[in-house]
């Protein structure tokens, strides 16, 4: 079956070109799209789509708080919401990923990366930039001036903290596997009783608990 998409950005220009260049790919279907928050919402409800690409700033309403709707909607199979952003330090960043959102793409990113992103949160995993991995732990920090408990850590194998670690510094499952000596598989499997034991959807949301709960520091 191919990933469904929906498109959601007020400029027609950007809702049509992004959807060409999807619709050329034969693993990809763009099934509609949306011109505002509003209607972003309607159509995932309509929809239920593989992945929604949400422009951060519409009218009527902001993709921020159309993506909190989709995500707080709980639809199963997961409607996964990647926000498109013109600037990597948009002050959206954080809130939308503590709502859920899978990730964030530039809209000037080359086509190829954008089928990519595409690919990777239908997957159900997260897409961060290291810009935005930055921008990102930036806020953690100056939102957080002490670090909030997580009692659900304790919960977690020395390895399991170790490998959540890794995560929270944007290492790839490849990446920890050649850090710790041990198979990809062995990660992957870290990774999901993490997710599991910690409630966490995704890798961007993992990020955000490792900073806030001190677990990670940024340096």
Known sequence: ???????????????????????????????????????????????RPDVVLMDVRMPEMNGLEAARTILAAGFDP???????????????????LRAGASGFLLKDAPAEELVRAVRVVADGQALLAPTVTRRLIDD?????????????LNALTPREREVLELVATGMSNAEIAAALFVAEQTVKTHVSKVFSKLN???RAQAVVLAYESGLVTPG
Do not use: H, K
């Open 200 to 202: 966490l959807r995704d």
């Open 78 to 96: 997961p409607v996964r919401v990647l926000m498109l952003t013109t600037f990597d330090i948009d002050d959206y960043v954080y809130e939308a």
């Open 140 to 152: 953690v920090t100056r939102r957080r001036a002490r670090p909030v408990a997580a009692p659900a």
């Open 1 to 47: 079956m191919p990933i469904t998409v929906l498109i959601a950005d007020d400029q027609a220009m950007v809702r049509q070109g992004f959807g060409a260049l999807l619709a050329a790919q034969s693993d990809i279907s763009v099934v509609g799209d949306a011109p505002n928050g509003v209607v972003a919402v309607a159509e995932a409800r309509r929809l």
